[in-house]
C-alpha cells in the first residue's frame, strides 16, 4: 500500500472536509440550496472515497452492513415517526405547525427532522449499495 | 381520533412498520409483525368503506395544506373498494406465507422479504387513496420497487432476470406516465386531480393535453400488463415466490386498472376520452388480449405460467368493461378487479401448496397430486369453475355484468370474445385437472402428503369466498354501483 501514499494523506485530508460540507447542506437545507437527499449522497461519498483508498475491509471495521441496515431503516422511522407525532399532538400528518411553540418554528423543526430522516436513510443505503458492490468478488 | 385519519393511517401503518420489520431477529417475529399489521389495515379498510358508503366522499389533507396546493387523500366508493382487495389479500396472504416464505427464501432473508411486503402494501394502498396524481406517481414507485425485490427472491435463478425483466419494462412504464403527469402539470399549473378535472376543460383542446393522455394511457398500460404490453407478467408470475405471486396477481395490475379507470373518470372527463380512441383502443386490444392470451395459457408446461397467462386475459375483460364506457360496462370492470382477485388468490395459492411440497410447479412434475392432496385440488377446482365462470361463482356475475354491457351497445365481436374466453378457460382449467387428477402420480411422487393446515386454511377461505360472492352481491356489484354514480357518471 505504500505506493498509495499521495491518494492516502489526500483523502485523509479530504475526508473530514467533505463529511463538514454533507453537514452544512443538510443544516442549511431549509434556507438554502441543500436537504437531505443531497446531504446523504455527499455523506456517503466520504465513506466511498475512504473504502476505494483504504479497502473494504477497513473500511466495514468503521461502519458493519448490520448498522447500516439499522440505520437506513432509522431514517425511515423517523421520517414516518415526525408524521405520528403531529398526528398525536391533534393536528394532520405531517402538519408541522404544532411541533413548535408557534407555527413557523413548528415548520423549521419539522423540516430539519424530517430532513435528517432522509439524510441518514440515503447515506446508509448508499454506503451499503457501494459495499455489496465492492464486496461481490469475495463469493 | 381513527375515525378523522383512517385514510391516512392505512397507508402509515404499514409504512412504519416496514422498517421495525427490516431489523426484526429471526423469521417468527418478522411474520407475527406482518401478520398484525396486514390484519389492522383490513379491519381499517373494511371500516374505511363502511364510512364512505355512509358519509360520502373522505378528503384527508396531508401537513394541513388545504389541496390543491397540499397533498389530498380523497376517498369514493371505487378506491375504499380497492383499499379493501388490497388489505384484504395481504391479511389473507400472510398467515399463509409463514410456511411457505420459510421453504422458498433463504432464512436470512426473511426479515427483509417481510419489510418489502409491508412497502408493497404501503405502495398500493397509497395509490388506490391519494388524490394527486403525482403523489400517486411516488407511491407507484414504491410498490414497483419492493415488488422487484420481491420477485428477485424467488428460489430459481431465472428469477433475477425476471425481476429485471419487469425492472426495465416497469419503469419505462412509470417515465410515460411521469412524463405525462409533467406535460399536464405544464398546462394547468395543478397536480390535485380534481383540480385537474376542473381545469383542464379550458386547455382541452391543446396538442399537450393529448399527447399526457397518450403518455399516460401507455405507461399506466405497461403496468396493468395490457395485451400487448404483457411481455413482463408471465416471467414474473412464475419465477416469483409462491406468496408474492398471489398477492401481486390479485392486487398489484388491479390497481392499475383502477388508475386507468380514475384517469378516464375523474381526471380526464369522459366526454373527452369519447373524442380520442381511447375506447376502440381499450375494446381492441381487450378482445385480442382475450382470445390470444387464453390460447397461449393452454399450451404451457408450467402451472404458475399458464395461470399468468390466464391473468393476461382477465386484464382483457376489465379492460373491455372500461372500453364499453357504460354504467354497465364499468360496474363489470370494478366488480371482476374485487371477482378475479379472489380467484386468482385461490389459484395461486392452491397451485403455491403443491409447489410447497414438491418444490416445482411444472405440469409434468404435477401429475397425479390431485388425488395424494385432495384439499388443495379441491379448492384449485373452485377457483378454476370461478376462472370460467359456472353459476354460483364470483366468476359468474362480473362475466354476466360485462356481457349485459356488451349487449347493451349491440357489440358482438365483444360478447363472442367473453364467452371465447370462457371456453378457452374450460380448456386450460381442464388441463390442471387431467394433470393433477386422471394422469398417476410418478413413482418418486408416490408419499407427496396433503398440504399443511397453515396453507390449506387460507386457501380454503379464500376458495369459499369465491362461492360467497357468486351468491351475495351486496359487496361486489352494491359497492361498485354506488362508486360508478359517485364518480359522475349518468
Not at chain 1, 400528518?93 to 430539519?112: C, E, N, R, S
Not at chain 2, 395543478?190 to 393535453?209: F, G
Not at chain 2, 398471489?246 to 376520452?273: E, G, P
Not at chain 2, 388468490?345 to 392432496?373: E, N, V
Request: with cysteine; aromatic share 12%.
Amino acid at each position: 500500500m505504500s505506493h498509495n501514499l499521495i491518494l492516502r494523506i489526500i483523502s485523509k485530508f479530504l475526508i473530514p472536509l467533505i463529511i463538514l460540507f454533507a453537514f452544512y447542506v443538510q443544516f442549511h437545507g431549509d434556507f438554502g440550496p441543500g436537504g437531505g437527499f443531497q446531504a446523504g449522497v455527499i455523506f456517503s461519498v466520504a465513506f466511498i472515497l475512504y473504502t476505494l483508498v483504504f479497502g473494504l475491509d477497513s473500511a466495514e471495521k468503521i461502519i458493519t452492513p448490520v448498522v447500516l441496515r439499522i440505520l437506513a431503516s432509522l431514517g425511515v422511522v423517523i421520517y414516518a415517526g415526525t408524521g405520528v407525532a403531529s398526528l398525536l399532538l391533534g393536528a394532520n400528518y405531517l402538519d408541522y405547525d404544532v411541533l413548535g411553540k408557534t407555527p413557523v418554528a413548528g415548520q423549521h423543526v419539522g423540516i430539519l427532522v424530517i430532513e435528517l430522516g432522509v439524510g441518514i436513510t440515503v447515506a446508509s443505503v448508499m454506503i451499503l449499495i457501494f459495499y455489496s458492490f465492492a464486496g461481490r468478488d469475495r463469493d | 381520533m381513527i375515525d378523522q385519519h383512517v385514510s391516512l393511517l392505512l397507508v402509515v401503518i404499514p409504512l412504519l412498520a416496514a422498517p421495525f420489520v427490516a431489523v426484526l431477529p429471526g423469521r417468527h417475529l418478522a411474520w407475527l409483525a406482518t401478520q398484525i399489521i396486514t390484519a389492522i389495515c383490513f379491519a381499517l379498510a373494511i371500516y374505511q368503506l363502511l364510512q364512505v358508503l355512509q358519509g360520502g366522499i373522505i378528503s384527508y389533507e396531508l401537513g394541513g395544506w388545504a389541496p390543491p396546493w397540499g397533498i389530498e387523500y380523497r376517498i369514493d366508493a371505487a378506491n375504499a373498494l380497492l383499499a379493501v382487495i388490497i388489505a384484504g389479500i395481504a391479511a389473507i396472504t400472510a398467515p399463509y406465507s409463514l410456511a411457505s416464505v420459510q421453504r422458498e427464501i433463504p432464512q436470512h432473508q426473511h426479515s427483509l422479504f417481510y419489510a418489502s411486503f409491508l412497502l408493497c402494501i404501503t405502495g398500493l394502498l397509497g395509490i388506490s387513496l391519494t388524490g394527486d396524481i403525482f403523489n400517486l406517481f411516488v407511491f407507484l414507485e414504491i410498490s414497483s420497487l419492493s415488488s422487484y425485490a420481491l420477485i428477485s427472491m424467488g428460489k430459481q435463478r431465472q428469477a433475477l432476470t425476471a425481476a429485471y425483466q419487469y425492472l426495465i419494462m416497469g419503469t419505462i412504464g412509470a417515465t410515460f406516465f411521469l412524463i405525462g403527469v409533467g406535460l399536464l402539470y405544464a398546462q394547468t399549473g395543478t397536480l390535485n386531480m380534481a383540480d385537474l378535472a376542473a381545469r383542464l376543460p379550458e386547455v382541452i383542446q391543446l396538442r399537450t393535453v393529448h399527447t399526457a393522455f397518450g403518455f399516460i394511457l401507455v405507461g399506466v398500460a405497461l403496468k396493468l400488463a395490457l395485451f400487448p404490453l404483457h411481455l413482463w407478467l408471465p416471467n414474473a408470475y412464475t419465477f416469483a415466490p409462491s406468496v408474492v405471486t398471489i398477492f401481486l396477481a390479485a392486487t398489484a395490475t388491479k390497481v392499475a386498472v383502477y388508475v386507468m379507470l380514475r384517469l378516464n373518470l375523474t381526471i380526464f372527463s369522459s366526454d373527452f376520452v369519447l373524442k380520442t380512441p381511447a375506447n376502440e383502443i381499450f375494446l381492441t386490444l381487450g378482445i385480442i388480449g382475450i382470445i390470444v392470451a387464453s390460447a397461449t395459457a393452454i399450451i404451457q408446461k408450467d402451472a404458475k405460467r399458464l395461470l399468468a397467462y390466464s391473468s393476461v386475459a382477465q386484464i382483457g375483460y376489465m379492460i373491455i368493461g372500461l372500453g364499453f364506457a357504460s354504467i354497465a360496462g364499468l360496474t363489470a370492470t370494478l366488480v371482476h378487479i374485487f371477482n378475479h382477485a379472489i380467484m386468482k388468490a385461490a389459484l395461486f395459492m392452491a397451485i403455491g401448496a403443491i409447489f410447497y411440497r414438491i418444490g416445482s410447479s411444472r405440469l409434468d412434475d404435477l401429475t397425479g397430486l390431485g388425488r395424494q392432496m385432495p384439499w388443495t385440488f379441491g379448492a384449485l377446482i373452485i377457483g378454476g369453475l370461478s376462472l370460467i365462470g359456472v353459476p354460483g361463482t364470483a366468476g359468474f356475475i362480473s362475466k354476466w355484468y360485462l356481457v349485459i354491457a356488451a349487449l347493451e351497445q349491440d357489440n358482438w365481436l365483444a360478447t363472442i370474445a367473453i364467452l371465447g374466453g370462457s371456453l378457452l378457460a374450460v380448456i386450460y382449467v381442464w388441463k390442471l385437472v387431467e394433470v393433477l387428477y386422471f394422469k398417476v402420480a410418478t413413482s418418486e411422487r408416490q408419499d407427496v402428503r396433503e398440504a399443511p393446515l397453515l396453507l390449506l386454511v387460507p386457501t380454503w377461505v379464500i376458495a369459499l369466498s369465491n362461492i360467497y360472492f357468486g351468491f351475495d352481491t351486496t359487496w361486489t356489484v352494491g359497492v361498485a354501483q354506488t362508486a360508478i354514480k359517485m364518480l359522475g357518471m349518468s
